[in-house]
């Protein structure tokens, strides 16, 4: 059993349809990057992954759970899924290890204790443990992003969700944050990655969803989706990224 499957995934903002019929599936360990120009349609099938937006038409499930079915229990089900979006949405008048555990307690009932020792796990994991007193302000963008993965790492989701997460970033800070992502992939995280980074694509995915107009134009391994294209539409836009 996959552990996501979308079939038949629609979107639309009044008149604007933006996803199209999506049907595509991730397996437990498997990095799918999804890349495709902006307004394709990317960062709202993520958010219709786990129910921030509500498609129209069609069905998410996670672990065999119909996610989009109204008798879902539904914050149970985002409880398996973490995202970590293009801003970082820390609270700023919390430490960073604050940050990282009040979700824990809040949400998973976890003691002071043990979020505290959750926490500093993946904040080392992030390369970030001796920022665990410092406020968002004191950190630099890279920095908050990687705390960003920590806080959703350490909901031990299933599933990781990153929509763009170095497009807001200085082009000197995107590779620290590349380099965590690329250590979750090596460790077996599962992960759904829009991004613009076609190297970073190329390099950690082991699938490629290429997205145009809220359809998948194509898919498949990063050397037949980036290096030998079949359709025109895939060959035009990365004729445009690629150098």
């Known amino acids: 059993m996959a552990l996501v499957e979308i079939k038949n ?10 996803l199209r ?9 498997e990095v799918v990057c999804v890349i495709g120009p902006s307004g394709s349609g990317k960062s709202t099938l993520l958010r219709c992954v786990n129910l921030l937006e509500v498609p129209q038409e069609g069905q998410v499930f996670v672990r065999g759970e119909d996610i989009t079915d109204p008798d879902c229990h539904l914050d149970a ?16 008048h ?11 307690r809040t949400v998973l009932n976890r003691s002071a204790d043990d979020a505290d020792k959750v926490a500093r796990g993946n904040l080392e994991r992030v390369g970030l443990h001796d920022k ?4 968002p302000a004191q950190l630099s963008g890279g920095q908050q992003q990687r705390v960003a993965i920590a806080r959703a790492l350490s909901m031990d989701p299933a599933l990781m969700l990153f929509d763009e997460p170095t497009s807001a970033l200085d082009p000197e800070l995107v590779g620290e944050v590349l380099d965590v992502m690329r250590d979750l992939a090596l460790g077996g ?9 076609i190297g970073f694509a190329r390099e950690v995915a082991d699938t490629v969803v290429f997205l145009d107009e809220g359809r998948i134009v194509e898919r498949g391994t990063p050397a037949q989706v980036l290096d030998r294209p079949r359709e025109a539409r895939t ?6 990224v690629l150098p």
């Open 132 to 135: 665990i007193d410092a406020y």
């Open 77 to 92: 089900a985002r409880q398996q899924i973490g995202m970590v979006f293009q801003q970082f949405n820390l609270f700023p």
């Open 189 to 197: 995280t599962t992960m759904v990655v829009v991004t613009h980074e």
């Open 9 to 18: 995934l629609h979107k639309s903002f009044g008149s604007n349809h933006v």
């Open 235 to 240: 060959r035009a836009f990365l004729s445009k």
């Open 21 to 29: 019929g999506i049907d595509f599936t991730v397996e437990q360990g």
């Open 94 to 104: 919390l430490s960073v290890l604050a940050n990282c555990t009040v979700a824990q």
